[in-house]
Nanobody
């Protein structure tokens, strides 16, 4: 299974973006999926995750109330809706998948290439 993240771009503070993570195979439904982000010179950090069933979601404190993760199993896609973007949300965003019920940040099986999100003032 290969993952492709897209949807990044340059936006102003307060704007919204929706990132997509599309998988190459329908077996994507067997994976829990997470979004992570990384700024140059800093470690990659967890942003949000959705369980294999889609019934449970998890968020880092710094995005709670602003970001929403969801999945469309029919389309082999996981979305990250990002609202009220802040300057500090600027980063490369990666989607990753784990062939399990839930995401474990340091034990992901698959990683997609990142998509750049830049938030300007």
């Amino acid at each position: 299974v290969q993952l492709q993240a897209s949807g990044g771009g340059l936006v102003q503070a307060g704007d919204s973006l929706r990132l997509s993570c599309v998988a190459s195979e329908r077996t994507f439904s067997n994976y829990a999926v997470g979004w992570f982000r990384q700024v140059p010179g800093k470690e990659r950090e967890f942003v949000a995750a959705v369980s294999r069933s889609g019934g449970s979601t998890y968020y880092a404190d710094f995005v709670k109330g602003r970001f929403t993760i969801s999945r469309d199993s029919a389309e082999n896609t996981v979305f990250l809706q990002m609202d009220s973007l802040k300057l500090e949300d600027t980063a490369v965003y990666y989607c990753a998948a784990r062939r399990s019920t839930i995401v474990v940040a340091n034990d992901m099986d698959l990683w997609g290439k990142g998509t750049q999100v830049t938030v300007s003032s």
